[in-house]
């Protein structure tokens, strides 16, 4: 410490002293820098070196010290501000360090360059780390005015592409800078990483590869464990390399994830990878694990994109509930910290459909959609877009699935060919085309059937699910359920129950459209059980309004005339709506969708011979009477 006023070190660091001094002063102090901001320039000089004394808070108290002193240099209070920067990085306030970097820099004396410069570079990667793309740019030109070496400049700039996550729609240029930079310096390649080359993974492989060879002849084992990182992404999307052993060797560098930012890390590549497999055990350890350090040094958006890959771990486990509270971590604090909405609503989508209702799903699924399209986030937009469909399939909006399929095919890159355990919509694509009867379409999207997918694999039993499915319509019914079987033990295999309870419903359908009851009833009955016990409400009442269904054609005449031929589900609809529920506030009770509630009530009231609520409710009084 060397400069004066209220010094950093006098206060302790004990996390539950520093929380209670944020939470009583948070406050009169938004308070006291907005109006120091709408002061002239030497009103607020005068305002912030008051407020240095008067902050109980010993980071914030050198942050107003270093705003008293907007145009001149000190390099004693540069030194407190980049102390003050550091301890603010500590604590995981991030846009605060951002902010504290930038003003260490402005006070270091401009005969010291190289560390204005260092300052300016790390101010420039804490912004990004916070997601505030001004101070990262703010930053970035400063960097850019210091005179900075190819991959000095390369490493600024893609701060500012970082800061825009995956909103990447208005730094093409800033990308191609980066390209251009890296070409007359080959050093300067082993700073790049994914985003350099986000339109096409090729590119970004052989800048991969070419990084950690550099990386590993400098001696720089944190910048190879990224770049052999990033090459493990590229290899896995493009099915070319051994992307297992380059993670392997990213992992065997022992590099701390929290080095290069938890999402660039090769511990969280590995959880995400295990998700792919559907190794779900490992893949939550390694989740935990990652947890407790984002928890400790990570930033906002480190802890969403860990709930989300959570959330979708439960998902795929068939524990619901889990599902819903990850996912709606990770959404809420998407919303506070001001991230990007399309990740987290793909998210809450997800988990909706299956442990919340169809309603919620299709609702986060279009504020996700568009958020994305908006942000240019082409990965999330198409991802909202299967799960819009996904839904639609499941209530029986056939035509809404079929468009919403249509329109992720068209909008999904072809340049950047997936994993097809990465992104499972074709299967259900072709499930909707089915059942809208365009067979042909079907066919032509089975063909594209990717040979890199195992049959025995939980993605192959996806594709064999729907393959299944066109069969059964092309008349090979025992074929197809013969194949619905080994899908649904691939499943049971792997620990996949939704999945496999989707497989149960799917040769239910079969089965009972060839009017074989007790084999549909068998098939209904093993899908309600798995869905009980995940606690998938929206798929659980589908599951029991096709029992229903059988139960009704299986009843005496006697009862249905005492019922009205009602089954369970449209005798509880028909008695919500008498009882004065609007379509939406019974859809939300039953677990099912507006549509599919306005199809029941069309049957109820063919059934009852009514046509409004208030000649069902006396109906309903006839029958009870």
Not at 155 to 176: P, T
Not at 367 to 377: F, I, K, S, T, V
Not at 569 to 584: F, K, P, Y
Request: proline content about 3%; aromatic content about 4%.
């Amino acid at each position: 410490m060397c400069g004066t006023g209220p010094g950093l070190l006098e206060y302790g660091s004990d996390p539950w002293c520093r929380w209670r001094t944020c939470r009583r002063y948070w406050v009169p102090r938004a308070l006291a820098d907005g109006v120091v901001e709408s002061a002239g320039q030497q009103e607020r000089t005068d305002a912030h070196r008051s407020l240095a004394y008067a902050e109980a808070d010993p980071v914030h108290a050198v942050r107003h010290r270093a705003l008293s002193r907007p145009e001149a240099t000190d390099p004693c209070l540069a030194e407190d501000t980049a102390e003050a920067a550091g301890r603010a990085r500590a604590d995981g306030e991030r846009a605060l360090s951002a902010e504290l970097f930038v003003l260490a820099a402005e006070l270091t004396p401009v005969n010291r360059p190289a560390l204005r410069l260092s300052r300016f570079l790390t101010a420039a990667r804490e912004a990004a780390a916070a997601g505030d793309s001004n101070l990262a740019r703010r930053a970035a030109n400063a960097v850019a005015a210091s005179r900075p070496t190819p991959a000095e400049h390369v490493a600024a700039l893609l701060a500012v592409v970082d800061s825009h996550s995956q909103a990447l729609a208005g730094v093409a240029g800033l990308l191609e800078r980066c390209r251009r930079l890296a070409s007359s310096d080959p050093q300067s390649l082993a700073a790049i990483r994914a985003n350099v080359s986000n339109s096409d993974p090729h590119e970004a492989l052989g800048a991969a590869r070419k990084a950690a060879e550099l990386a590993r002849s400098a001696g720089r084992p944190a910048l190879e464990a990224a770049s052999l990182t990033m090459r493990a992404r590229m290899e896995r999307v493009l099915n070319e390399g051994d992307s297992r052993a380059t993670l392997d060797r990213a992992l065997a560098l022992d590099v701390a994830a929290e080095a290069d930012g938890i999402a660039n890390s090769p511990q969280y590549l590995a959880a995400r990878h295990a998700i792919f497999d559907d190794r779900l055990a490992e893949a939550r350890s390694r989740l935990t694990v990652l947890l407790a350090v984002a928890e400790q040094h990570g930033q906002e958006e480190d802890l969403v994109d860990i709930w989300r890959s959570l959330a979708e771990v439960e998902v795929r486990s068939g524990a619901c509930a889990k599902a819903l509270a990850w996912a709606g971590k990770a959404l809420d604090a998407s919303v506070a910290a001001g991230l990007s909405l399309g990740p987290a609503c793909y998210t809450t989508a997800l988990a909706q459909s299956t442990g919340g209702s169809f309603a919620a799903a299709l609702r986060y699924a279009a504020y996700g959609e568009r958020a994305a399209r908006e942000e240019g986030d082409v990965l999330h937009r198409n991802r909202n877009l299967w799960m819009a469909g996904a839904v639609r399939l499941h209530t029986g909006d056939i035509n809404g699935a079929v468009t919403a399929f249509a329109l992720l095919d068209r909008t999904e890159d072809s340049r950047r060919p997936a994993d097809p355990s990465v992104f499972r919509w074709q299967p259900d694509a072709i499930e909707a085309l089915v059942a809208a009867g365009e067979l042909t379409s079907a066919q032509n999207m089975i063909l594209t059937f990717p040979a890199t997918a195992r049959q025995d694999s939980a993605t192959g039993a996806g594709w064999t699910r729907a393959r299944a499915l066109l069969l059964d319509r092309a008349g090979e019914t025992d074929r197809a359920v013969e194949l619905l079987h080994a899908a649904a033990e691939v499943f049971r295999r792997d620990g996949l129950p939704l999945e496999e309870a989707r497989t149960h419903l799917a040769r239910g359908r079969i089965q009972r459209a060839h009017r074989r009851q007790a084999a549909a009833r068998t098939a209904f009955q093993d899908a309600r059980d798995l869905y009980l016990l995940a606690r998938a409400q929206p798929m659980l009442a589908t599951v029991q309004e096709h029992l229903d269904r059988l139960d009704g054609q299986g009843r005496s005449r006697s009862r249905e005339e005492g019922r009205a031929g009602l089954t369970d589900s449209e005798a509880r609809l028909a008695d919500l709506v008498s009882r004065g529920a609007t379509n939406q506030q019974a859809a939300q009770q039953m677990y099912i969708s507006v549509k599919t509630v306005e199809s029941m009530l069309s049957r109820i009231y063919r059934k009852l011979r009514v046509r409004s609520r208030t000649q069902l409710l006396a109906a309903l009084l006839a029958h009870t009477g």
